[in-house]
C-alpha cells in the first residue's frame, strides 16, 4: 500500500499558508533557535525607548495645560515705539489746517508697553512662566493694574478716553508755546455710579466755578473741592446745555481727600485744526512726546536736530510733565527701536536708575518746556549737563 504523504507541509512546502519558511525567522514552539536569531521581537519597544516617548507625551500635555490655565495676573512687556513725526499704519500721525507746516527730519518717538491679562483677557501659566525668566517683563496681581469687577470694555472706553484727552492736552501745550489763543473749558467726564450726587451731575456738565472761585483747569477744580472735608458740602456752577445751573454736591473720601465722584475732562477751542492719528495705543503716556511733535511739526526745522529720541510722560494744559507706569519696559522698547536719547518724568526716576539699557541715555523733566529745551540740546550736542536721574 503507498505511504501517503505527512498532513505536516515541509519546509518549502508550497501549500504552507505561511510561506516558505525563513531560517532567520523565529523558531517553532519546540524547535530548535535558527541561525542569526537574537531572541527579540524586532518591532518591540526597548524600555528606554518607552521612556523617552512616556516624556515626550507628558511634556505635550504639560505645555497644552499650561497655555489653558488662566491666572489672576498681568504681565508688562516692552512695546513698539513709533514715531510722531513720521506716519503710523501708513498715515502721517501729525496733520495740520490752517496753519503753514515745516519738513522735519530724526524722531520723537513715543514708547508703549505690551499688557498681558487683565479683565477678559486672563494671562496663562505659560506665558507667566516665561515672564518670570524674562528680565524685561514685570509680574503684577490683577487688582494691583485693573480695580476690582472692571470689565474690558470699561478699561477700553477709558483708555480711549485718556488718549483723546492726552491728545487734546498735547495739541493745546504746544499751540501755547508758540502763542496762539487756547480757550479750555473743563468738563464732567464720567460720573461715578456710587457719587453721592450722582443724581445732581451729568456727564457733559462744564464747571464754571467751586464755592464762588472761577474754574479754569482741572487743577483748580481738585484744590477747591479738598478745601473740604470728606462729606461736607460744595456748591458748583455748572453750565448745561447753554444754561448755568447751581448745584449743591456732597464730597466724599477717597484716599483721605474730598472729591465729588467725577471723572474730569477738558474741552478746548484751537485756532488751529490739528490732528493726532495713534491707531489703537490707549492711555495718556503719549502726551510729552505728542506735544513736542506739534511743536516741532508747527516750527521751522528740525527741532531734534535729526537725532533719534524717545520718551514718555502724561501732560497737562499748564505744560507740566506726569508720571506714567511700565518705565522699565518703555526704556527697552525705546532702545530696541534704536533710539539714542530718552525723556523721562521726573516722579518716574526712581524707578528707572539702575535699569537704563546701553547705549541709551536717559533725560529728566518735569515740563513740557524742560522737554523741548532739552532736545534743542541735544540737536546742538550740548547735551552733557542736562539732568538724568539719580538715586
Not at 468738563?187 to 451731575?201: E, M
Not at 465729588?260 to 495718556?284: C, K, S, T, Y
Not at 536736530?305 to 510722560?313: E, S, V
Amino acid at each position: 500500500m503507498p505511504q501517503l504523504p505527512s498532513s505536516t507541509p515541509g519546509p518549502n512546502d508550497p501549500n504552507d499558508p505561511n510561506g516558505p519558511n525563513d531560517p532567520s525567522g523565529p523558531p517553532g514552539p519546540s524547535g530548535p533557535a535558527a541561525p542569526g536569531y537574537s531572541g527579540q521581537d524586532p518591532y518591540r519597544l526597548s524600555r528606554k525607548s518607552v521612556w523617552a516617548l512616556t516624556g515626550v507625551f507628558l511634556g505635550i500635555a504639560l505645555a497644552a495645560l499650561l497655555s489653558i490655565v488662566s491666572l489672576p495676573y498681568v504681565v508688562m512687556q516692552p512695546g513698539p515705539i513709533s514715531n510722531t513725526l513720521g506716519k503710523l499704519s501708513g498715515q502721517q500721525l501729525i496733520t495740520v489746517k490752517g496753519a503753514e507746516t515745516y519738513p522735519t527730519t530724526g524722531a520723537l518717538d513715543f514708547t508703549t508697553v505690551r499688557v498681558l491679562g487683565g479683565p477678559g483677557d486672563k494671562v496663562n501659566a505659560w506665558e507667566l512662566l516665561w515672564a518670570a525668566i524674562d528680565p524685561t517683563s514685570d509680574i503684577y496681581k490683577e487688582e494691583q493694574i485693573f480695580p476690582k469687577g472692571v470689565t474690558s470694555k470699561q478699561v477700553e472706553e477709558e483708555n480711549t478716553a485718556e488718549m483723546v484727552g492726552s491728545q487734546q492736552e498735547a495739541i493745546a501745550v504746544a499751540l501755547k508755546a508758540l502763542g496762539k489763543p487756547v480757550t479750555e473749558r473743563v468738563t464732567i467726564a464720567q460720573v461715578a455710579k456710587d457719587a453721592p450726587s450722582a443724581a445732581l451731575l451729568k456727564k457733559g456738565d462744564q464747571i464754571v466755578a467751586v464755592d464762588g472761585t472761577p474754574i479754569r483747569t482741572s487743577e483748580d477744580v481738585r484744590t477747591a473741592v479738598q478745601k473740604h472735608q470728606p462729606g461736607e458740602p460744595v456748591k458748583l456752577q455748572l453750565r448745561r446745555g447753554g444754561s448755568l445751573v447751581d448745584v449743591t454736591a456732597t464730597t466724599r473720601d477717597s484716599d483721605g481727600r474730598a472729591t465729588i465722584g467725577v471723572f474730569l475732562g477738558r474741552e478746548f477751542d484751537f485756532p488751529v485744526d490739528v490732528q493726532i492719528h495713534a491707531g489703537d495705543v490707549g492711555g495718556p503716556s503719549a502726551g510729552t512726546m505728542f506735544a513736542l511733535g506739534v511743536y516741532d511739526t508747527l516750527t521751522p526745522g528740525a527741532l531734534t536736530g535729526g537725532q533719534k529720541i524717545a520718551g514718555t510722560g502724561t501732560i497737562d494744559s499748564s505744560g507740566t510733565v506726569g508720571p506714567i507706569g511700565g518705565i522699565r519696559q518703555k526704556l527697552v522698547g525705546a532702545r530696541d527701536g534704536g533710539a539714542d536719547w530718552f525723556l523721562a518724568p521726573a516722579d518716574n526716576c526712581d524707578e528707572v536708575v539702575g535699569h537704563v539699557p546701553d547705549g541709551l541715555r536717559v533725560v529728566r523733566i518735569s515740563t513740557f518746556d524742560e522737554a523741548r529745551r532739552a532736545v534743542q540740546d541735544i540737536a546742538a550736542k550740548k547735551a552733557n549737563s542736562l539732568p538724568t536721574c539719580t538715586r
